[in-house]
């Protein structure tokens, strides 16, 4: 995809030049490891950490220069992994051409380093001393680390790691890791934080890529997508526990809307009962079962995760590749804790439940607990 493709944002109709936070994540598509490797010292995914490869070390480079042509954008975090760049930055002023001009340019310039990468491996005169025109950084490493902290830039990785790209990209210096597919030819994922606490989560989300990679490499089993797992007649896809499926006791988690307009006139006793009967029944080992959709039922998955009960969640869409469950499920799935189940297959354009969906979802909840009934 050249320079001149259409630039397809995330949300229509909307320019993005004013003041905000965004989300990028840059992906090499093959999903081939050329950034970096994952190290996991003492096979402790809290230890983990991504040792740049000369690529990833340009990429970031690149990085560290948007200050130079951007004044207006501060980048709160970054997070460079073995096939993508997760970045998140603050627009401190509204600008003439919004961030999409920030993202294309770095874009542009890490597209080159890909070109530049890929030639050198078909090029039999790139020596290790040489190195590709403009990929070698002017900054020492005292100089790019001491650069962070007027900029606000942080990384998941210790200050000594941090250091600009001075090696060449020598076939030997990445051996075993040549790239099938050119080079980052698909534009960035750039998506807004809108609503209020998100920027906590997403912070949390970016530093906690590589421990959440190293627990999936460490316990593969869990967070792959299993598919055509059939309970009473229908066929989902799921990721995490399927042995929770042979429990001895399951039970529904939905609360009514009738329940909800009592509480909301004054009378909350059979809400309020009702909740805590959930709570109760996962206390004694009962499977609890739910879409988990309403704001009241979501207040019951609260505690399920706080008091670290099994349960199976019905998703309203399916699984992309790589899939990761959110922040506050993915340690309950490693630990086993969870099965999460999908009817449909994953839908990209997907963006809000429907009220169809979520009786779907009830109905299927229903099911599943009718198989101990």
Partial sequence: MDSNSTWHWQERNTAWKGVGIYHVTLTIPSREPLLGTLVIPNNNPSQAAVERTPLGEGVIDCLMHL??????????QFCLMPDHLHVIFHVRQTMPRGIMSVVRGYWQAVKKLGRA?????????????????????????????????PHGLTSSLPPDTIRPMTSSFSPNTIRGKEPSHPLFTEMPFVRPLVHHGQLHSMMRYVQMNP??????????????????????????????????????????????????????????????????????????GTVMVSPFIFPKEKDVLDVLLKEQHPFILLADNGFRDYYKPSDALFDAVAAGRVLILSPWDYDPDKRHISRADCVALNAMAEDICGLKS
């Fill in 67 to 76: 200050y130079e042509h951007y004044p207006e954008v501060r980048i709160l």
């Fill in 117 to 149: 990468y890929t030639a050198s491996l078909e090029s039999a005169s790139v020596t290790s001393s040489s190195s590709p025109q403009g990929l070698t950084s002017s900054l020492s490493p005292q100089g790019l680390t001491s650069s962070l902290s």
């Fill in 211 to 284: 421990q959440r990679l190293a627990t999936k490499r460490l316990m593969p089993g869990f967070f792959r997508v299993q598919e055509d797992i059939e309970i009473a007649g229908r066929r989902y896809s799921g990721v995490g526990n399927i042995a929770l499926l042979q429990s001895e006791r399951f039970a529904p988690v939905h609360v009514r809307r009738t329940m909800v307009d009592e509480a909301e006139h004054g009378d909350d006793r059979r809400l309020r009962d009702y909740m805590n009967g959930c709570v109760i029944a996962a206390r004694q």
